[in-house]
């Protein structure tokens, strides 16, 4: 009997050589076998490449990863221990320009960053689907405080909701600030989206700087503590994946309505539990993310900082003028929970010259100014609700 076992051993220890020889390691990268996000999850530095997204957002790696540095003069990059500051350059660039550009032309207060990718990008040990190819940042919607927070300070630090319930923000927290740095980050071409909770959504498009820009703001589960900003496949990144475009519009009527309505929906008494997903294997990535995985370390000498050569060189963009509202977009389709008021008008990002004050809807509420609302737990936001610049013009450096 014993010598049966002793035989069937022998025969899976020359199965495995055989796999071996054939195939590589079954636990290397080649085998296919183990989890991709095990593989990038440790990858500490980025891979000495020439930058380049691979892939699509949710099945991805990254190449010549750059670091956003966890201080700037207008951001400070939070839960450091996860290691993942790290984008595609153009991201990293990007988001150190809407941290200045927010707090120079607008008067916010300065970003607190959250995830971007890990070193070489690629799916993660936890949470996120997307953010695997270095085009995706997750921006805090709680505004940086005037200190240097500690390391351990941004491990713990919980970030606030702007919703008070799925269908309403909260007015404590929201504030006007919020709509224009969202306005801003839209405002780039090289983004192509942000998402967004769609009750956030909705008060964008109640806002007095509702306009086109709405379009790249799309309604998103989960984002009322941070939105999320995705950039386009960036020049020089040929295995790069785009998403289509977003929709034409703003998105502000039906489809909001719809976010809202599948909110009502009662939950199953039962909870379904959802199918565990299957992890993402070497061979459902793009090919080049094995060269990706393999190459050596980048020096950390690639860390970005907001070099003075690169704010000259870059102008602010021009903020796109807010469109006339349309009449039915909310009168038609009367909100699902009795109606807030409207978020707070004019105060940082003032009207647009061409933004006419809108005649008060029937049935809709008194805009109370801004400054009567004083967020007493958020000092360092009380100085936003003043009348800022007209919209923030350029200024020559
Ligand atoms: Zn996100």
Redesign the pocket.
Known sequence: MRHRFVFLGWAIAAVFAVAVLIGGSPWSAHGAEIPARQLFGHKAKAAALQAGAIGSYAKGCLAGGAMLPVNGPAWQAMRLSRNRNWGHPRLVTLVQRLARESQELDGWPGLLV??LAQPRGGPMLTG?R??QIGL???IWLMPMPKRTLSRAEREKISAISMIKNPFSINEKHWKPGHVTLIRRAASYPEVARI?IHPAIKQALCKSDQAGSWLRKVRP?W??HY???IRLKCPMGSPGCANQDPPPSGTGCGKPLEDWFARFRKPKPKKPVKPKPRRQLRMADLPQACRAVLAAADADTGVVLTAAPAERSAVKPAAMPPPMPKPQTAHSASPPPVPAKKPPVKASVGAPLPSAKPKPVARGARRVAPARTNPAPNLPWLNGLATPGPPLPTPKPR
């Open positions: 959250g995830d996120h997307s953010h995706d940042a997750d998402f998103w989960g984002h941070h939105f999320h």
